[in-house]
């Protein structure tokens, strides 16, 4: 029902940043908290940020606390991770995926959709 498409991965280095974008389509698309997941090689698919339907809440892993910013616009039906002063350690596929509910997204679990994935790589 729900289609998330990301953009905005790139090639960039130490120290600098990027912006994602998940642009969201499909019946009642609002009604669902968005979040970003990452997965590196050799890591285990991780949370990086989460928001809800209304923007009220945001959540933020701890690796990525101070320096990630995740915001939403819903008349434009698009959520944006701006990523600043990335680490080579923040290498990896970034996913956005869409719940039902806000905690369900923070948990990391009952992920009702995913997007199919932007490559990010920090390298100098």
């Known amino acids: 029902q729900l289609q998330l498409v990301e953009s905005g991965g790139g090639l960039v280095q130490p120290g600098g940043s990027l912006r994602l974008a998940c642009a969201v389509s499909?019946?009642?698309?609002?009604?669902?908290?968005i979040g970003w997941f990452r997965q590196a090689p050799g890591k285990e698919r991780e949370g990086v940020s989460c928001?809800?339907?209304?923007?009220?809440?945001?959540n933020y892993a701890d690796s990525v606390k101070g320096r990630f910013t995740i915001s939403r616009d819903n008349a434009k039906n698009t959520v944006y991770l701006q990523m600043n002063s990335l680490k080579p350690e923040d290498t990896a596929v970034y996913y956005c995926?869409?719940?039902?509910?806000?905690?369900?997204?923070?948990?990391?679990?009952?992920?009702?959709?995913w997007g199919k994935g932007t490559l990010v790589t920090v390298s100098s």
């Open positions: 995926a869409a719940t039902l509910g806000f905690s369900r997204c923070v948990s990391g679990d009952g992920v009702d959709y």
């Open positions: 499909g019946f009642t698309s609002n009604a669902y908290a």
């Open positions: 928001i809800s339907r209304s923007a009220g809440s945001t």
